[in-house]
């Protein structure tokens, strides 16, 4: 054997096994690779939400602490979060940062993400973007001029009688929108209230703030889970332990109606001491059932003048108020009462155990 193919069997073998070595070694670094991101994804406490499948905007964090110049101007505060204003191009907005980001924040921005992305609306506020960088939440929102109705209503001027009628239709059509007219699912607000409720710039209304929201698929037409809302709009089945439905904004709807018909609060603030008609829901019913609707406006001359629109509006209040669910009208069957296609039955006591002492 010449000295040229003893030279290529020895070094045959040498290359074949540096070779063999190359494709080992870079098994591992793959494998030692997706192992390190895969640790670091696992103890990466602010995770990326899954949820956000839509083809809304995504803003940066830091875009959005320039939009809003510092988080500067507050706008409003709730229980996960603050409101603040804010400019984005030539559009004014209003942006929600989120707290509490680990516990409830997180579960309140996957809500409302999926709860409003895809719904289209005139009297719902629209959501514009969000962000969702490390520990950041933000949701970014078409701007409302005219603030909340709370402010509308229980500021130190009533508000007109006829701007108060178009936006409890406002409301009414926005509730059943979400309820019946949404496409794949079916949302229960469970937070109804006049915080909730914005006004543009012509005094319609939106209704926002969808993080306690549920979702049903439209097979579902009921849920069970814990008490959500606030003190004073909260359906009783939330205390039974019973599954909800859609009647449950139903029931924060006639709290809210009847709050808009009175521009009284729905638990009055007890500075006279006087107890009498402290709780808005049984002070209609009295008023109601002793024909003196006039007490329950305050004396309003625009709403005596058009009585017979404040009585219906009472009516359904109560209709709405109503304890058993089932006696509750759906919103759609609101609105045709509202517009007066359909007539208004005398409602029963809302309260069955309800004592009248004046």
């Known amino acids: 054997m010449d000295k040229n193919k003893r030279s290529l069997i020895f070094v045959g073998p040498v290359l074949l096994s540096a070779y063999v070595f190359v494709i080992f070694l870079l098994i591992v670094v793959i494998c030692v690779s997706f192992f390190l991101l895969y640790k670091k994804k696992a103890k990466n406490p602010y995770p990326s939400s899954k ?7 995504h803003f940066t964090y830091q875009e959005l602490v320039e939009a ?109 929108y979400i309820h019946e007219g949404c496409r794949n699912q079916i949302i229960i607000h469970c937070d109804i209230k006049p915080q909730n409720i914005l006004l543009d710039d012509y005094y319609s209304a939106h209704i926002s703030d969808f993080g306690l929201a549920k979702l049903l698929a439209m097979n579902q037409s009921h849920t069970n889970t814990g008490i959500r809302g606030t003190k004073g709009y909260v359906a009783p089945e939330w205390f039974r332990n019973t599954p909800v439905t859609v009647k449950v904004d139903a029931y924060s709807y006639g709290v809210l109606l009847l709050e808009t018909i009175s521009c ?8 006279s001491g006087n107890e ?71 409602p029963p006591c809302p309260f069955p155990f309800f004592v009248i002492s004046i």
Not at 264 to 271: I, Q, T
Not at 289 to 300: C, H, S, Y
């Open 264 to 271: 009284r609060k729905s638990v009055k603030d007890n500075e």
């Open 68 to 176: 809003t110049n510092g988080f500067k101007v507050e706008l409003g505060k709730g229980a996960f979060g603050i409101v603040y204003k804010g400019v984005v191009g030539t559009n004014v907005v209003a942006v929600k940062k989120l707290d509490k980001v680990l516990q409830d924040g997180e579960k309140e921005f996957q809500t409302e993400v999926n709860a409003i992305a895809r719904t289209y609306h005139k009297n719902l506020v629209q959501l514009l973007g969000y962000c969702d960088e490390g520990e950041h939440r933000l949701l970014v929102y078409e701007y409302m001029s005219n603030g909340t109705l709370a402010s509308f209503l229980f500021g130190e001027e009533r508000p007109g009688w006829n701007q108060r009628s178009n936006i409890a239709l406002d409301i009414a059509k926005a509730l059943s």
């Open 276 to 346: 009498y008609g402290a709780i808005l829901t049984d002070w209609a019913w009295v008023c109601y059932q002793e024909k003196i609707l006039d007490a329950f406006v305050n004396n309003d001359p625009e709403a005596l003048d058009d009585y017979k629109k404040l009585t219906t509006y009472v009516m359904i209040g109560l209709w709405c108020v109503q304890e058993n669910p089932s006696l509750r009208p759906t919103m759609r069957k609101v609105i045709q009462m509202l517009e007066g296609v359909i007539e208004v039955s005398n």
């Open 51 to 57: 949820v956000v499948d839509n083809n809304l905007p």
